[in-house]
């Protein structure tokens, strides 16, 4: 149905109101006994709806001026102009002008809330998913342990194990989960100091011999490549960084394959942290959505190796936390490079040496 126009609905409105208003009369002079001829009934009608038009039509005209005066003054106030011109355009022309040009700040605007929301409904939906898969298996594993009779059985051991990793694989992805909503809603606190960045490295190779056993991968430094620089930045975050690096070049390598860290003075102020395997690589058009919250090359694939779908997000996060860039290149078939800049420790800053 066709939307009535302002003047049409004063129009409508203008007609029922003396339509009312002659029946309401008619009705009490026929209560008096009181008969007029029809012309009259007539004349008094139309009085009726001149006078109720008129009324409504000004009204109508005073609410729309005073609007348009409001709008008017609003769009001044946010382009920043404090005063109105009063010459060259008609007020009318500058209105549309003005509004024309706060629609299209308004359609911008629209998309991107439309494309948040897209945003935020794939997000619910990744970690519902996320979530549902390790407690899927834990409740199978559980429901198979409560039919086994033999609690010391091989079997009862297996599945207790699975149930076990998927209770694991849930923590972590929770965990990961409050450290990703830290650092977005700005609530991490950096607790700045000096250190190692090769003894830093050093350590976490140490911590991950048990997962380079297991997957065949040997865990190196690229010869004369990795100078003892100390950095500036929060320890605890960049050996999370280096960890969440480290993991994956590990899970996504080859047997018998390698991870080589590198690093490289890049000026006087910031140094360069690389990690580069020798595994399968990444196609080119994956690289931009790498550092997305839940984004997999390869997702069967990426669920069966574990993880939260989160850490080169937490990564991309903690690292740009500090000021500072990170990125990606990669060969299918030959390997991938991760790194990342950090900051030179300097004398002159009041930071503790660790």
């Known amino acids: 149905m066709k939307q009535l126009t302002p003047h049409n609905q004063v129009l409508v409105t203008a007609v029922i109101s003396a339509f009312l208003q002659t029946v309401f009369l008619y009705a009490i002079l026929i209560w008096f006994t009181i008969l007029l001829p029809v012309w009259l009934w007539l004349v008094i009608f139309i009085g009726f709806f001149v006078t109720i038009y ?162 065949y991968v040997s865990l190196n430094f690229k010869p004369n490549k990795c100078p003892d620089f100390t950095v500036v930045a929060d320890k605890d975050r960049i050996r999370q960084v280096v960890v969440n690096l480290v993991t994956n070049a590990i899970k996504y390598n080859k047997p018998d394959g390698k991870v080589i860290a590198s690093c490289y003075d890049l000026d006087d102020d910031h140094i360069l942290i690389e990690f580069t395997d020798t595994g399968i690589g990444i196609k080119q058009k994956h690289l931009p959505r790498l550092f997305e919250r839940f984004y997999r090359v390869d997702k069967n694939r990426s669920r069966k190796k574990g993880g939260s779908g989160l850490g080169l997000a937490i990564v991309k996060h903690i690292i740009e936390n500090h000021q500072q860039t990170v990125h990606v290149r990669s060969t299918p078939n030959v390997g991938t490079t991760f790194g990342f800049t950090l900051k030179k420790y300097k004398e002159q800053y009041k930071i503790p040496l660790l």
């Open 54 to 215: 008129l009324v409504f039509y000004y009204v109508l005209q005073a609410f729309i001026y005073k609007k348009v005066k409001l709008i008017y003054k609003s769009i001044r106030t946010v382009k920043g102009q404090d005063t109105i011109q009063k010459k060259s355009l008609n007020l009318l022309n500058q209105v549309e002008d003005e509004v024309a040009d706060w629609h299209k700040r308004q359609q911008k605007e629209i998309a991107q809330l439309k494309k948040m929301e897209k945003f935020r409904k794939e997000y619910i939906g990744n970690v519902s998913h996320e979530l549902k898969t390790p407690l899927f298996n834990i409740q199978g594993y559980l429901e198979t342990l409560t039919s086994i009779d033999d609690k010391n059985s091989e079997v009862f051991q297996t599945f207790l194990d699975k149930a076990l990793q998927n209770t694991e694989r849930l923590q972590t992805i929770v965990e990961d989960l409050d450290m990703i909503s830290k650092i977005e809603t700005e609530n991490l606190t950096l607790n700045l100091t000096a250190f190692s960045i090769k003894d830093l490295i050093s350590e976490v190779y140490k911590e991950m011999e048990f997962l380079t056993k297991k997957a």
